[in-house]
């Protein structure tokens, strides 16, 4: 979705030239190691236990409420247009 916002505002040359920008910092920071740790992130954490689906639950349902929200929103806009429409032509 980030890349459709950002793609409205620059052009696909200015994208492309990002990103192969960020693939030569990345390579820099890989072969020079500036912080010792074979990471590319000073702060690194590494986790040992695994997810559960449970704790994704209230992320799923996050999105779902997200998505059904829009959607309601998106069709009332256009539901309240014709409503109005239909409404004014009532009235003449």
Request: aromatic share 22%; proline share 3%.
């Amino acid at each position: 979705m980030s890349l459709l916002q950002v793609s409205y505002y620059f052009p696909m040359k200015t994208l492309w030239r990002s990103f192969f920008c960020a693939l030569a910092a990345a390579f820099v920071l890989r072969s020079f190691n500036p912080f010792g740790n074979d990471h590319l992130v000073l702060f690194y954490i590494e986790y040992h236990n695994e997810w559960f689906i449970i704790e994704l639950l209230p992320f799923i349902l996050l999105g779902v409420f997200g998505v059904s929200v829009a959607a309601f929103s998106r069709g009332s806009n256009n539901i309240s247009f014709y409503s109005c429409w239909w409404l004014c032509q009532m009235g003449t």
